[in-house]
């Protein structure tokens, strides 16, 4: 039997201050241990699932997109008064996309544990489950899944009882029971009741290793992140922390050394699951898929820009003619006419029509509710087209700024018009988006903080206990940020020989830097975007 091995349970920087693997990083090891496929499982979401997809491919490993969601065998919509009130606990499932349709049903249920389900954690339920189950396969997860939270209270028939309800929910086939052992109190004994319960119910089963670091150098960090994220120091005893250095990516041969006299039939249990994983993250074809815009009876959205365009050249002609017999019209007018006409045509050939449209709307509408906008910035500001339908306030041909910028044939993106709304009128503008095209269309768009240079120091100064002024010092060393890029802390270490020195003449500060270099660049936090 070949001795492969695929990570079906790994967490990505995107389990928010829990998992500190960083997909870029990943991607080089995965290729460097020459795997041939690893998943993605990061904690009751897919924040990381397209760069985890598309940076895996480009280094040829499958990429499996998974989520370990937040599972509660009550209902979603209950409200308990803890997290571990009335037998509610917050369980974990390991969900795995096999094709397209298990790939959206991970969507959804991501989707839904937020929308619906979201208490102290964003959490599905059986019905939910068994409604987006298609396409699915699912392991019982670490010692927080139900059949192993069971066998740790001592309720064998009821662990075996949930673990058949699993399985009917998924389909035969489609659910694993996880062994896992990374020297982690009550693994074992966890362990050993799940191989017994396979063997009674006939559930199969598989192992994994529970990564939530590249490698076994990175415990250490790890351990400050937990700190960071649960504003504990690493003196305290009382706090999350994982008793163990094996949460790492290990090799498959470290993987059969461990397990491989054991339970050899559930590390190739991995590589049978991983082959039946062949979910593709769906691209939009051509340049995307835009809202319909709504037009007037008898129109058709190219006809209906037309017309818009045309009529916003003969409001501004009156300007321009002004301008003309004061002697400060820069260009004749026939340069406007045959620019509009070029601007117009190319528009409607490459499709984007429906798009000016959307934008003029919505310019329209914050000018309507006195909302102040801005006269437009970026290459949209060479549009003559959107300064006819007054999205841009900027004249053009006037300035000789190029239209080609903004759009050209051989561009097959889509074109990017920034407008800014007054702060004090923007949610007025995200609400008429939003009941205009219907709230089930309408999505902000998620922006994530990551622990940059200066910030990574100063967190885990703060974890490590030291002297806050001690720690500012050391963050003060970094450069700030050049032309809006920050300096990372290898940059710094460079260029500033003091900070060279102390790492080298003081060891604490030393620990310092080896700590926040490798948790550099981790997500630290998840927000909305102002106005995307």
Known sequence: MAKSFVHLHLHTD???????????????????????????????????????????SAVGVKPIIGMEAYFTRGSRFDR????????????????????????????????????????????????LLEKYHEGLVALSSCLSGVPAALLQ??????????ALEFQDILGRGNYYLEVQDHGIAG???VARGLIELSKKTGIPLVVTNDCHYLTREDARAHDVLLC??????????????????????????EMWAHFGSELPHALQATVEIAERCEAKIPRPEGVGHLPVFPVPAGYTVDSYFEKIAREGFASRLPEWEEKRARGQL????????????????????????????IVWDLVRYARS?????????????????????????????QWDLMFERFLSPGRVTMPDIDIDFCVRGRQEV??????????ENVSQIITFGTLASRAVIKDVGRALDMKYSEVEKVAAMIPPPIRGRNVSIAEAINRNPDLKRAIETNPQIAELIDLARRLEGCARHASIHAAG
């Open 14 to 56: 995107y389990s928010l201050l829990d998992g500190a693997i960083q997909i870029d990083a990943l991607a080089r090891r995965a290729a460097e241990l020459k795997m041939p496929a690893i998943a993605v499982t990061d904690h009751g979401n897919l924040f990381g699932a397209v760069s985890f997809y598309e940076k895996l």
């Open 369 to 397: 509710r006195g909302i102040p906008v801005g006269p437009g910035r970026g290459s949209a500001a060479g549009s003559l087209v959107a300064y006819c339908m007054r999205i841009t306030d900027v004249d053009p041909i």
């Open 430 to 439: 995200i609400n008429y988006v939003s009941e205009f095209y219907g709230r």
């Open 330 to 357: 820069k260009h004749p007018l026939s340069v406007y006419e045959q620019r509009l006409d070029y601007e117009i045509r190319l528009i409607q050939q490459m499709g984007f029509p429906g798009y000016f449209l």
């Open 153 to 162: 209270q001592g309720k064998f028939d009821e662990a075996a009882r949930e």
């Open 80 to 127: 308990p008064l803890s997290n571990r009130d009335s037998g509610k606990a917050i369980y974990h499932i390991i969900l795995l996309a096999m094709n397209e349709t298990g790939y959206r049903h991970l969507v959804k249920l991501s989707s839904f544990s937020y929308l619906e389900g979201f208490h102290y954690k964003p959490r599905i339920d059986k019905e």
């Open 187 to 189: 693994q074992r004994d």
């Open 228 to 253: 960071i994220g649960t504003g504990k120091t690493v003196k305290e005893t009382n706090r999350m922390r994982y008793d163990s250095d094996q949460l790492y990516v290990k090799s498959a041969e």
